[in-house]
């Protein structure tokens, strides 16, 4: 059983930056597809961005791609989510999800596709 933990959300003002973190226990043979999701208030959860464990392979939704940045320690376990020129609409709570299979990128967002979600970090743009 993989566990996952989140940390780094907060409230950020419209245009700054954020770094979320994710840290994971378990067999890394559970984690080779990594993800960001996120759920804004109101409204269903969302893909945001996933990278796939052995190759770096990447896939992003298309309201983050050129802001958001994904990136894996395979030494750590760990999935970072770097982002910038944040906005209001940014605002949601980030899960972290892992699977231990290796999804070609058209199936990396996904939702069902993974196995194990972390409780969430809470992002907040507001001025």
């Known amino acids: 059983q993989v566990q996952l933990v989140e940390s780094g959300g907060g409230l950020v003002q419209p245009g700054g930056s954020l770094r979320l973190s994710c840290a994971a226990s378990?067999?890394?043979?559970?984690?080779?597809?990594m993800a960001w999701f996120r759920q804004p208030p109101g409204k269903e959860r969302e893909f945001v961005a996933a990278?796939?464990?052995?190759?770096?392979?990447?896939n992003y939704a298309g309201a983050v791609k050129r802001r958001f940045t994904i990136s894996r320690d395979k030494m750590k376990n760990a999935v970072y989510l770097q982002m910038n020129s944040l906005s209001p609409d940014d605002t949601a709570v980030y899960y972290c999800?892992?699977?231990?299979?290796?999804?070609?990128?058209?199936?990396?967002?996904?939702?069902?596709?993974?196995?194990?979600w972390g409780q969430g970090t809470q992002v907040t743009v507001s001025s």
């Open positions: 999800a892992v699977t231990g299979r290796s999804w070609i990128v058209s199936a990396m967002s996904r939702q069902e596709g993974y196995d194990s």
């Open positions: 378990g067999s890394a043979s559970s984690m080779n597809t």
């Open positions: 990278i796939r464990r052995g190759d770096g392979a990447t």
